[in-house]
């Protein structure tokens, strides 16, 4: 199982930008799909972006579309999400995982969870 480590949240502004990483270790990270989720207090865990193998396919969230970027650098065995525009409904702690089948976006189906960044946005 690959291990996570998520690191890039903080304080932000309304509009302003952040940049999260995922570093991994354990195993072959290029044999998984990556995808990034996000919990907000009182709410279900849900799904923010997922890339593929070698970044050639990319899914968003509704909500993200056109403000997060997701990247991976297979060579630094790490996973990004780029933030952009950011609302305060954006505030929440942020998870990476693991998949190893493109196509499912549920949490409950990805595997070795983070322990998350919290990401906090004011108005």
């Known amino acids: 199982q690959v291990q996570l480590v998520e690191s890039g949240g903080g304080l932000v502004q309304a509009g302003g930008s952040l940049r999260l990483s995922c570093a991994a270790s354990?195993?072959?990270?290029?044999?998984?799909?990556m995808g990034w989720f996000r919990q907000a207090p009182g709410k279900e865990r849900e799904f923010v972006a997922a890339?593929?193998?070698?970044?050639?396919?990319?899914n968003y969230a509704d909500s993200v579309k056109g403000r997060f970027t997701i990247s991976r650098d297979n060579a630094k065995n790490t996973v990004y999400l780029q933030m952009s525009s950011l609302k305060s409904e954006d505030t929440a702690i942020y998870y990476c995982?693991?998949?190893?089948?493109?196509?499912?976006?549920?949490?409950?189906?990805?595997?070795?969870w983070g322990q998350g960044t919290q990401v906090t946005v004011s108005s």
């Open positions: 995982a693991t998949h190893t089948k493109w196509g499912l976006w549920v949490p409950d189906t990805y595997d070795g």
């Open positions: 354990g195993r072959t990270f290029s044999n998984y799909i």
């Open positions: 890339i593929s193998y070698y970044g050639g396919r990319t």
